[in-house]
């Protein structure tokens, strides 16, 4: 036998050497969950370990994951009922809670790499991306408020811009507005391959964004498909992304990978709500190690070819490599 692929295993240290893949702080970002008030946290319940912030405890939260040098984050606000109506206003409203926590948070850490999202549903009080008329989810009116909302959110200070509402032509919308108002520096991270996914009920509990009426299949992609995420990230490559996305991660390998095969841009993978609870119930279950599992997961999506994973795992990842 002249090849014996063991004897590159046969020690952690020449394992080690030979590893093709590596998760670190660097790769991760971590999503938090924004409510109104003041020291105030609240429970997820479908999300063991993460809780809804007020700012002031966010920014505190925020704090200690930089000593853990995790350093980037995507915030997501949890807007009271009251303020919800059919054009999410609020959420082009430069004062609300939002802008002004993201505000908050450049002022304290500079250093920290704040990503936002563009989309209606936390705002809406139909519980859609995009904005209903006769109970359709209008394409080209959305785009006017999805270009208002990324202003306000890069004025705030926002580094980076993550349209999360799958309406076409989108990404050339912002960037367009984003650039006639003088914010050539701010990214955007298309949420290019986002698909209609029932993976995402944990982040609807946790921000009571689910949809009043239907499903969200006329704009977020069919789990069937992969090709039609390469014409989708032609587009996003041609109105100017910084990142194509992939959504969720984990049933959506194939779809990472295929990306990473043809395009040259860095590829990000949300390992979503859904994805965490899985591991977070059968942890407490007793039935699987946590953090091996974790870890492998993380790593599994790297080897598929991302450069970037927003993880509910990102702190705990952390702590775990102080
Ligand atoms: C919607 C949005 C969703 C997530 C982030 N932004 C899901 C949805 O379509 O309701 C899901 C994130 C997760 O499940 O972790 N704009």
Not at 97 to 102: D, E, K, R, V
Not at 290 to 301: C, H, P, T, Y
Request: hydrophobic share 40%; aromatic share 8%.
């Amino acid at each position: 036998m002249l090849n014996r692929p063991r004897r590159n295993r046969k020690s952690a240290a020449i394992r080690n050497s030979v590893q093709e893949n590596w998760v670190t702080n660097h790769d991760l970002i971590f999503p938090m969950f924004l409510i109104e008030g003041k020291n105030k946290k609240s429970e997820i319940k479908s999300m063991p370990g993460i809780n809804r912030l007020s700012s002031d405890l966010l920014l505190k939260e925020i704090e200690s994951c930089l000593k853990l040098g995790l350093n980037s984050f995507c915030i997501f606000p949890a807007i009271n009922d009251e303020l919800k109506d059919k054009k999410a206003s609020e959420g082009l409203n430069s004062k609300g809670l939002y802008p002004s926590t993201i505000k908050l948070i450049k002022k304290n850490f500079p250093e920290a790499v704040i990503m936002t999202d563009v989309a209606m549903d936390p705002y809406s009080s139909d519980g859609h991306d995009g904005l209903v008329k006769n109970g359709k989810i209008v394409n080209d009116e959305t785009l006017e408020i999805l270009a208002k909302m990324a202003l306000v959110q890069a004025e705030a200070g926002a580094d980076i811009i993550g349209p999360s509402d799958m309406m076409d032509g989108r990404v050339g919308f912002i960037r367009e507005s984003l650039d006639d108002a003088g914010f050539t520096d701010v990214s955007i991270m298309s949420y290019t391959a986002k698909y209609a996914s029932a993976f995402y009920g944990p982040f609807r509990d946790a921000l009571d964004s689910a949809p009043k009426f239907g499903d969200k299949k006329t704009y977020q992609m069919n789990p069937a498909n992969s090709r039609e995420a390469l014409l989708e990230a032609e587009l996003d490559f041609s109105e100017g992304a910084d990142y194509l996305m992939v959504k969720p991660a984990l049933s959506y390998l194939d779809v990472i990978k295929l990306l990473k095969d043809n395009f040259t841009l860095p590829i990000a993978a949300y390992n979503v709500s859904g994805e965490y609870a899985m591991v977070k119930a059968a942890a407490l279950k007793g039935w699987i190690d946590e953090k091996r599992v974790r870890d492998e997961i993380l790593l599994s999506i790297k080897r598929a070819g991302a450069d970037v994973i927003l993880t509910y795992f990102a702190k705990e990842f952390a702590v775990g490599k102080k």
